[in-house]
């Protein structure tokens, strides 16, 4: 690593929405980063406007072999990893029932089977070097059982959190994990959805909230801190029917 980096991050998904937007403000406070993502033209184009040491590499999540390959190669190119942000997602999906298995599997795939490839691979190398952190991105929807095309996605987030709580329990000697969840960050992932949905902030706007957290190590983080915070603890509570309305 660069000798004023403050260290080295992983970032998977990093070509678009809340990824691209990480490694700009984690570049800004000085980090390194090593960013992975399946379009390597658009990683190619970021390198190029970051004012840090970056390595990218092109990574479809989905392929066991090549997160453990990708991940392996970053940290010999830099010598450590000191942060993981799993963050590469995908949010397709329909009712089940309807004849969309295809976009409710690939969507399984990216966010839940993908997602545990890649805290197995991040691990592995935290484990080698006796420190690391690893930072989950899961979701608000995570929290209670969503309705209609959501239902998978918030089904994979909620896997996603699980394996955070449990690789907490476990308490690796020098390995920090934390799990976030944001709220309506605008992104690529949901530029579809209505400019008036309720409490949608822009991508810095998000990703600053996001950023902070991730920067405390908290344990556990809902972004940005108002309005979810409450808003989570409510979805917690209150019975199913009137979760549906809030979200």
Same mark, same amino acid.
């Given at each position: 690593?660069?000798? *004023?980096?403050?260290? &080295?991050?992983?970032? /998977?998904?990093?070509?678009?929405?809340?990824?691209?937007?990480?490694?700009?403000?984690?570049?800004?406070?000085?980090?390194?980063?090593? $960013?992975?993502?399946?379009?390597?033209?658009?990683?190619?184009?970021?390198?190029?406007?970051?004012?840090?040491? #970056? &390595?990218?590499?092109? $990574?479809?999540? /989905?392929?066991? =072999?090549? !997160?453990?390959?990708?991940?392996? =190669?970053?940290?010999?190119?830099?010598?450590?990893?000191?942060? %993981? %942000?799993?963050?590469?997602?995908?949010?397709?999906?329909?009712? $089940?029932? #309807?004849?969309?298995?295809?976009?409710?599997?690939? #969507?399984?795939?990216?966010?839940?089977?993908?997602?545990?490839? +890649?805290?197995?691979?991040?691990?592995?190398?935290?484990?080698?070097?006796?420190?690391?952190?690893?930072? $989950?991105?899961?979701? !608000?929807?995570? @929290?209670?059982?969503?309705?209609?095309?959501? /239902?998978?996605?918030?089904?994979?987030?909620?896997?996603?959190?699980?394996?955070?709580?449990? @690789?907490?329990?476990?308490?690796?000697?020098?390995?920090? %994990?934390?799990? &976030?969840?944001?709220?309506?960050?605008?992104?690529?992932?949901?530029?579809? %959805?209505? +400019?008036? /949905?309720?409490?949608?902030?822009?991508?810095?706007?998000?990703?600053?909230?996001?950023?902070?957290?991730?920067?405390?190590?908290?344990?556990?983080?809902?972004?940005?801190?108002?309005?979810?915070?409450?808003?989570?603890?409510?979805?917690?509570?209150?019975?199913? *029917?009137?979760?549906?309305?809030?979200?």
């Amino acid at each position: 690593m660069s000798i *004023s980096s403050r260290g &080295v991050i992983l970032i /998977t998904g990093a070509s678009a929405g809340l990824g691209e937007e990480m490694a700009r403000q984690f570049a800004a406070l000085g980090y390194d980063l090593a $960013l992975c993502a399946r379009r390597v033209d658009r990683l190619d184009a970021l390198r190029a406007e970051l004012p840090v040491r #970056t &390595v990218v590499r092109r $990574l479809d999540v /989905t392929d066991d =072999e090549a !997160v453990f390959r990708v991940f392996r =190669e970053f940290a010999a190119e830099f010598g450590r990893i000191d942060r %993981v %942000v799993v963050n590469a997602g995908l949010g397709k999906g329909a009712p $089940l029932g #309807t004849g969309r298995f295809d976009a409710n599997r690939a #969507t399984a795939m990216v966010n839940f089977v993908g997602a545990l490839a +890649q805290a197995e691979a991040a691990l592995e190398i935290f484990r080698a070097q006796g420190s690391g952190h690893l930072v $989950l991105i899961s979701s !608000v929807s995570a @929290l209670r059982g969503m309705r209609r095309s959501m /239902t998978t996605y918030a089904a994979t987030k909620a896997g996603i959190a699980a394996i955070a709580e449990g @690789l907490r329990a476990e308490r690796i000697p020098g390995v920090d %994990v934390s799990a &976030v969840f944001p709220g309506y960050i605008r992104s690529e992932m949901n530029e579809r %959805v209505q +400019q008036r /949905t309720r409490f949608m902030v822009d991508t810095r706007t998000g990703v600053r909230a996001m950023v902070a957290a991730i920067e405390k190590r908290r344990a556990t983080a809902y972004v940005p801190a108002w309005p979810w915070v409450p808003i989570s603890m409510a979805m917690r509570l209150l019975p199913l *029917s009137i979760v549906r309305k809030m979200v």
